[in-house]
């Protein structure tokens, strides 16, 4: 009777967490009870502080840092043979040139 039983709320449970796992809903078990947990999705977030200065570096700029991040760009300032140099990059993904 109880494995049965245990089956039939494995069977079930399964049934429950299929689609949850589909919509970023992670159930935790803990002293509270069972709990919902609602990720969000990875957006697309764009070009990082990480990714412009690498775009930078491949562009031939020298110690690049990030001075601005906009909702449409990033500048990235550094060196080259020239002086001080300035680079925008747009805010979507793979930093490309404005």
Same mark, same amino acid.
Request: aromatic content about 4%; charged content about 35%; proline content about 2%.
């Given at each position: 009777m109880k494995s049965a039983l245990a089956l &039939?709320?494995? %069977? &079930?449970s399964a049934a429950f967490v299929a689609p949850a796992s589909a919509?970023? %809903?992670?159930? =935790? #078990?803990?002293?509270?009870g069972i709990r919902p947990v609602i990720r969000e999705?990875?957006?697309?977030?764009?070009?990082? +502080?990480r990714e412009a *200065?690498? +775009? +930078? $570096?491949d562009?031939? $700029? =020298?110690r690049p840092q %990030? %001075?601005?991040i906009t909702d449409r760009s990033v500048t990235v300032?550094?060196? &080259? *043979?020239r002086g001080p140099e *300035? #680079? =925008?990059?747009?805010?979507? =993904?793979?930093?490309p040139l404005i």
């Open positions: &039939t709320m494995l %069977v &079930t919509q970023d %809903v992670e159930l =935790r #078990i803990g002293p509270n999705r990875e957006r697309d977030r764009g070009c990082s +502080a *200065r690498e +775009a +930078a $570096l562009e031939g $700029l =020298r %990030v %001075v601005r300032e550094g060196f &080259t *043979r *300035r #680079i =925008r990059f747009a805010n979507r =993904r793979g930093c």
